[in-house]
Every structure is written in structure tokens, then in C-alpha cells.
């Protein structure tokens, strides 16, 4: 799940992208959806075709899941026996290519039946989630008419379908499928309560938040971690993904206060300070976001996304050789990394080293072919390099990609207007601020290029408009000083030159 910065650098907009604590909690989330194969072995107990608990199992799980393509409930046809036991299952259901299998026993005297079951998870969904005892074997007795009036049988299924039902929401989840994830996961919580003690929703409720989470649905999100902390008040993740999802949001305070709460539970979680960091860092408090990067690394030295991270921090604070060290050390950690030969990459043209950064996005496209942020960045720098053309083919590329992209349409503009195509420059401003009608910077390039036009009256609107929303830019002020002098009203034109040099004292622009 990763977020987007934006660092300025040059007139092009960079995409710095941190790298999160990933929400699958073993860095598993690679794999393609697949069908999960369930395997149901027969219950080892007296008198099967009578009780019939394997059979009736099997039925209604079956029946249950009839409506999911990607889940098959097969008959093992087989018993595994108490003393086979975990080692048997497992080999069975690796030699049938199975995810899960089934497994258990029962028994009765004359007033008591016992029985055991056990939910065998073989795929990468046991990473994501910990079942509960009743279904690793725990013995629960009960009276022997509940085994006879099939209601054992009856509860078992239920239990089963509830877990099966998560399985197949956790396993859409690793592949990053996030609305089959969420289909399935809302599944499951229908059927919860009379399973807790089988898995605790909470776990559901985290990672359907996670879900909506990576989809940008933030508010969703939030609501499911509430939902999971109620139950669940203790949780450091809980907190700490939920702090995610506020920070998605840009609500960087109430984000800070649950990373707080995070490390309060879990002083060692190398993942909170490295989240807390990057609150920080959206919020310019660069030092706090270094100490909070410093601390995720003491506590795990191999941390690649925490030296990526720092990187960020040092690279917006103009320190770049120390963030170059930063990147180079993430890329020691993790070479197939794109995001960290992105920064670098970003890092090297802040230096105007366009060359070496040119080489970084060549390298971040080799490992991901369709980082919109990439072919934007690499844009950056033939753009800096004065190759319009080059720029304009990786603006369109990413726009390609990310139709949605602000900064992309920007920055192509910034290549028109310096090719004096003023028209298609002003028309990719235009298509940027319909994304983001707040940006200053695009209301004062599209000044310039009605000012190139002789359209002055238009240019000194999109001056007024971004004084509006930023009243500290000086580079506004001179811009609109050159348009009253273009127009001959000099008296204002001396007047915002002089307002660009109370804000820009160095300014040899407005001199």
C-alpha cells in the first residue's frame, strides 16, 4: 500500500513514495487469486454411517460455498487418526495441492460425546490469521443427544464455513484482490457470532479495513478498524493501521495520536515509529520524522523501508547526499526495489546530476513498467535537461497510466510553455486543476502562458488566484508584476516587484 509525497524540484512535481509497514503482516501479498482447495477427511469415530458427522459436514459446506468459483470442498475419503495427527494432514493435503484440510475425530460414552476438529491451513492464508482453539484440536464434550440429533454435526459445518468463508477473504486479500477480499470478508461476518470462539470477527473487521484501505476508501477503512478495537482495545496493529488511514487522509494529528497508542502497547514496534515518521514528514516536521526513522532502525537494523523513508526526510529537508546514503542502503536491502531507485533517482536531480537520476527511473521501469511516478519523475529530468520532447513522451506515458494524474498534466504543461505551445499548455492546466483546483503553482504557469500570449487580463486573474492560496509566493508577485508592465501600469507593477522582494529578498527576478 504505498503513498504518494509530493516534493517539489525544479517546476516539475516529483513523486517521493514512502513505503509503508505492509498491511499483510508477512510481506506476502504477491500472490495471483487462485481456486482454495478444501480437503474434508473423514472423522475418525464409531458407528459413521450412523452419526454420519463427515457427511453432513461436507454437504453443507459445499452447499455453502456453491456461489464461490474459487473455493472447492473435496472429500479426502480418508481418516486422519489423533495420533497421525498435524504432520499427516499436512502431507496429505501438500501431495493433493490442497489450502486447507479438515480433520478431527469424535467419540461417546453413554451420557457424553466428545469431539475434536481441526482447521489445517497450508497456504499462505496462515500467515494472515490464528484460529482459535476449538478449531486445533481442543476436545469439547457435550451430551451424547447432540451427536445423535446431528446438532454437533450442524455447529461443526457452521464453524467450518465461518473459517472457510475467511480463508477465502484472506487468501483474495494476499493476491490484492481487494473487492473479492471485501465480498468474502463481509461474508464471513455474517456468520460470526455464533463462531468466535473459532476466530475473533476482529481479525475480519482489521483486514476488511486494510482492504478498503488500499482502495482509498478511508472513512470505510476507519469505520472497520473502530469496529475491530471495540473488540478488540488492546490491538497495537489495530492502531497502527488505523493511523494509516487517517494519514491516507491527511488527517496527520488524529494519525500521529494512534501511533501513540501503538508504541504505548508495543514499545518495540519498528513499524509504528516508521509510520509516525512518515505522519511527520507530511507534516514538515522533518527532525521528528528522522528521530522516528532513527528509532525504527535501531530496533531493526534491516528495515529497507525505514532507510527509504529517511531518505524522503533528508532529501526534503536539501540534504541529499544523505539521502542518496539513505536509498543506497534500502537498495543493499532490497535491490528489486522501485520506489527506492525512484527516490534516489529524485534525489539525483534535486543535485541536477540529470544523467544518474535518468539511469534511477530507467531502473525503477526495468522493476515496475507501470509506475505512473516513475515516467513522471523521469519526465522531470529531461525536462530539466531541455529535451521537451523526451518529457512530453514520459508525461504522456503517465497519464497513460494514471488518467487522474494532476501533476502529470502540470508538468507536460511546463514542457508546452517552454516549446511556446501555449494553447496545449494551457489546456493541460486547465485538466490539472479540474484534479486539484487549490494548486497555486498551476494557477501561476498558466498566468505565464497567457502572459506569453498577450492575454493579460487572464494571466493577472491566475496570478490573483494563486496569491489567494498562497499569499507568501513571490514568484507570483514578480509574474504579476510583469504582466502590469506588459500592460504599461507600472505603478503596480513596481509595487508587486517590491512585494516579491519583501518575500524574496535574493530575488534577482524581481531586481
Not at 214 to 227: H, L, P, S, T, V
Not at 435 to 446: D, G, I, T, W, Y
Request: net charge positive; glycine share 6%; aromatic share 12%.
Amino acid at each position: 500500500m504505498g503513498l504518494l509525497t509530493l516534493g517539489s524540484g525544479g517546476i516539475g512535481l516529483h513523486f517521493l513514495q514512502p513505503q509503508l509497514s505492509p498491511l499483510c503482516l508477512l510481506q506476502q501479498c504477491d500472490q495471483k487469486t487462485k481456486t482454495v482447495t478444501v480437503l474434508l477427511a473423514e472423522f475418525d469415530g464409531v458407528d459413521a454411517k450412523n452419526y454420519r458427522v463427515t457427511e453432513r459436514i461436507l454437504q453443507k459446506l459445499q452447499d455453502a460455498t456453491k456461489n464461490y468459483p474459487t473455493v472447492k470442498i473435496l472429500p479426502l475419503k480418508q481418516a486422519i487418526s489423533q495420533q497421525e495427527g498435524k504432520d499427516k494432514a499436512r502431507e496429505l493435503g501438500k501431495n493433493k495441492n490442497a489450502d486447507i484440510v479438515i480433520w478431527g475425530w469424535y467419540g461417546k460414552t453413554q451420557q457424553k460425546a466428545a469431539v475434536s476438529v481441526n482447521f489445517e491451513m497450508l497456504s499462505a492464508a496462515k500467515d494472515y490469521i490464528d484460529v482459535g482453539k476449538q478449531v486445533q484440536g481442543e476436545i469439547r464434550t457435550m451430551a451424547v443427544a447432540a451427536l445423535e440429533t446431528f446438532e454437533i454435526q450442524v455447529n461443526l459445518a457452521e464453524e467450518l464455513k465461518y473459517l472457510t468463508l475467511v480463508t477465502l477473504g484472506v487468501s483474495a486479500y494476499a493476491a490484492d484482490d481487494w473487492d473479492n477480499a471485501i465480498k468474502q470478508l463481509t461474508a464471513a461476518l455474517s456468520e460470526a457470532k455464533p463462531n468466535k470462539a473459532a476466530l475473533d470477527p476482529a481479525t475480519i473487521y482489521f483486514y476488511r479495513g486494510n482492504a478498503y484501505d488500499n482502495k482509498g476508501e478511508y472513512d470505510r477503512a476507519i469505520a472497520d478498524f473502530n469496529q475491530a478495537l471495540l473488540l478488540n482495545p488492546k490491538s497495537a496493529e489495530f492502531f497502527n493501521n488505523r493511523g494509516n488511514a487517517y494519514d491516507n487522509k491527511g488527517e496527520y494529528d488524529r494519525a500521529i495520536t494512534d501511533f501513540n497508542q501503538a508504541l504505548l502497547l508495543n514499545p518495540k514496534y519498528a513499524a509504528a515509529f516508521n509510520n509516525r515518521g512518515i505522519a511527520y514528514n507530511n507534516k514538515k516536521e522533518y527532525e521528528r520524522a528522522i528521530a522516528d526513522y532513527n528509532q525504527a532502525l535501531l530496533l531493526n537494523p534491516k528495515y529497507a523501508g525505514a532507510f527509504n523513508n529517511r531518505g524522503i526526510a533528508y532529501n526534503d529537508k536539501k540534504e541529499y547526499d544523505r539521502a542518496i546514503a539513505d536509498f543506497n542502503q534500502a537498495l543493499l536491502l532490497n535491490p528489486k526495489s522501485a520506489l527506492a531507485f525512484n527516490n534516489r533517482g529524485n534525489a539525483y536531480n534535486d543535485k541536477k546530476e540529470y544523467d544518474r537520476a535518468i539511469a534511477n527511473f530507467n531502473q525503477a521501469l526495468l522493476l515496475n513498467p507501470k509506475s505512473a511516478g516513475a515516467f513522471n519523475n523521469r519526465g522531470n529530468s529531461y525536462y530539466d535537461k531541455k529535451e521537451y520532447d523526451r518529457a512530453i513522451a514520459d508525461y504522456n506515458q503517465a497519464l497513460l497510466l494514471n488518467p487522474k494524474s494532476a501533476e502529470a498534466f502540470y508538468n507536460r504543461g511546463n514542457s508546452y510553455n517552454d516549446k511556446k505551445e501555449y494553447d496545449r499548455a494551457i489546456a493541460d492546466y486547465n485538466q490539472a486543476l479540474l484534479l486539484n483546483p487549490k494548486s497555486a503553482e498551476v494557477f501561476n504557469h498558466r498566468g505565464l502562458a497567457y502572459n506569453y500570449k498577450k492575454e493579460y487580463d487572464r494571466a493577472i486573474a491566475d496570478y490573483n488566484q494563486a496569491l489567494l492560496l498562497n499569499p507568501k509566493s513571490a514568484l507570483a508577485f514578480n509574474n504579476r508584476g510583469l504582466a502590469y508592465n506588459d500592460k504599461k501600469e507600472y505603478d503596480r507593477a513596481i509595487a508587486d516587484y517590491n512585494q516579491a522582494l519583501l518575500l524574496n529578498p535574493k530575488s534577482a527576478l524581481a531586481f
